[in-house]
Each structure stands twice: as structure tokens, then as C-alpha cells.
């Protein structure tokens, strides 16, 4: 499994911007795509997760409510909209893929590929 993330970049407080993941390989019927990320000087931490059959989904206490995590099953594209971004959301982000298709793990050792990660930075 191959993933590419794309779509970070340098916003003001209060925007918003969008990541993408495709995957593309050997990804097989029912898995979870997550986001992560990691900020300067911190461990990195889950943000946010959906199971891709059922589109359940999970997310950070710091986010909810201003990040969303969707999937197009077609495309094979996972996508984080954040809004209302705070400087604190600054971090490299990273989305991860588990075969565990019907729970959305926040441990990052449940995740067996990554993507390259893309950089937010958001100023005050």
C-alpha cells in the first residue's frame, strides 16, 4: 500500500484547509485510514479516523467539531477539511493505513503504512 497526502500549507488562525490521502496498491476491502500529525518538539498523536466500509468515525478531543474526516471509496481518497485552525493545529500531518477495517485505532503501532507527510502551519 502507497499513500500520498497532499493539500498543507501556511494559513491565518481562523482559515481552513483540506488534506488528501490516495492510496493506491494492494489495499483490500475493509481497512481504516487515519490522520496524525506532529508538532515541533511533541510525539506524534492521532487525530482523526474512518473505517472505510461503514465511514464510522473518530477524532482527537482538540479537533471536534472543526476537523471532518471523509472518504471517497471510488477515488480511494481519504480527505481531513479543517476549519477554524488554530495556531496549535500547527504540525506535520500524516495519514496511515490498518487493515483493522472495523476498529479505528489511536496507537500509531496499529498503523502499518504512511504517507510522506505534509506540513500546516498556522499563524496567529
Known amino acids: 500500500v502507497q499513500l500520498q497526502a497532499s493539500g498543507g500549507g501556511l494559513v491565518q488562525a481562523g482559515d481552513s484547509l483540506r488534506l488528501s490521502c490516495a492510496a493506491s496498491?494492494?489495499?483490500?476491502?475493509?481497512?481504516?485510514m487515519g490522520w496524525f500529525r506532529q508538532a515541533p518538539g511533541k510525539e506524534r498523536e492521532f487525530v482523526a479516523g474512518?473505517?472505510?466500509?461503514?465511514?464510522?468515525?473518530a477524532y482527537v478531543d482538540s479537533v471536534k467539531g472543526r476537523f471532518t474526516i471523509a472518504r471517497d471509496m471510488a477515488k480511494k481518497v481519504a480527505t481531513l477539511q479543517m476549519n477554524s485552525l488554530k495556531p496549535e493545529d500547527t504540525a506535520v500531518y500524516y495519514c496511515?493505513?490498518?487493515?483493522?477495517?472495523?476498529?479505528?485505532?489511536?496507537?500509531?503501532?496499529?498503523?502499518?503504512?504512511w504517507g510522506q507527510g505534509t506540513l500546516v502551519t498556522v499563524s496567529s
Open positions: 474512518i473505517t472505510w466500509i461503514s465511514g464510522d468515525t
Open positions: 496498491g494492494r489495499t483490500s476491502s475493509s481497512y481504516v
Open positions: 496511515a493505513f490498518s487493515y483493522s477495517g472495523k476498529y479505528i485505532a489511536r496507537d500509531e503501532s496499529r498503523y502499518g503504512h
